[in-house]
């Protein structure tokens, strides 16, 4: 059970590699399944390295039941094929000290569904970021949590691969992010954004500035990938809002205050409510009652400088 799963794993990656090299967009969409599977097996096969035996291979399974054991005490035993989920999986590798990075793993299973979901023309250009990010996760791994060899265990040509779509990925995310950076944007959150933004188009990493040191007002955003452009306005705005979303989510799920909301004075989903201004249009609104002085909760801030208490009382004054 545990060989065969390091041997999905690996067989996985290396033939994810083959339908990248392959570079027929059918093949491309199969290329993200195969490395994001890869990278999923690996960290499954040291789950069940650390199960226990007799256990059933009780920390890579989704259910978990305790049995006695005849003796006063009990196990705790896996049950059924279904095998933990990606959050699961996060939560106990952290338990156990097992060290992943998972912020790479949550992006790569993100954006193989939005390939699948989002950008059926894929290009071979588009995946770099994709086969980059498993790069790094992959060769940490077996490195560090799996003591072996990546070379040895993966064969020179899905490594050599790996290490050169890797290699020439990040010579270009850093020109990119030093032409970023060129730019004043007034607000870290928004530079901070913008550095992460992801092609909406195709899904690459690759996001440039067409003219270095520009005023932003007249940033041109242009992706090394597919071409796509997109002017300063609209960049900053879909960069924000992917930024923040995860965060912004987390908020409504449990109840906190967003990072973000939609900006009372431009209308854009860019106003940050920590920094108290909007990233894109620079204009803060009032964030306590003229009438009676509370702060105004983040869903009704709409720039009257009233809590809707107060609005609705002075509209029943009138
Ligand atoms: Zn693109
Ligand atoms: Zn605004
Ligand atoms: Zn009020």
Known sequence: MKMSIY??????????????????PRRLISATRNLVAGVLLLIKYKLAVLSPPGTD???????????????????????????VDVRNMEERCVALGVVVDWNLVRKIVAHRNDIEHYFPSLTQSALRTLV???????????????????????GSATWTTLTSVAEVYDKEKKECLANIESIDWTFDPLQ???????????????MDVKITGADKWDAQFKCRACAAEFGFEEAGEQAVVDFFASENHLAVKDGGEEATITCPNCSRDTYDLE?????????????????????????????????????????KDD
């Open 7 to 24: 041997k999905n794993a690996i067989d996985s990656i290396i033939l994810g590699i083959e339908d990248f090299n392959a570079a027929d």
């Open 57 to 83: 291979e009780v920390l890579l399974k989704e259910r978990v039941l305790p049995e006695a054991d005849g003796m006063g005490g009990i196990t705790w035993k896996g049950k059924g094929h279904k095998t």
């Open 192 to 206: 901070c954004a913008l550095s992460e933004w992801q092609c909406p188009n195709c899904g690459s990493g690759l």
């Open 275 to 315: 920094e108290d201004v909007c990233l894109i249009c620079e204009e803060s609104v009032e964030r306590e009652c003229q009438r009676c002085n509370c702060p105004i909760p983040a869903s009704e801030l709409d720039g009257s400088g009233y809590c809707s208490w107060c609005s609705h009382m002075m509209s």
């Open 132 to 154: 980059a990010d498993s790069f790094i996760i992959i060769r940490d791994f077996l490195r560090t949590q799996l003591n072996l060899d990546p070379l040895t265990e993966l």
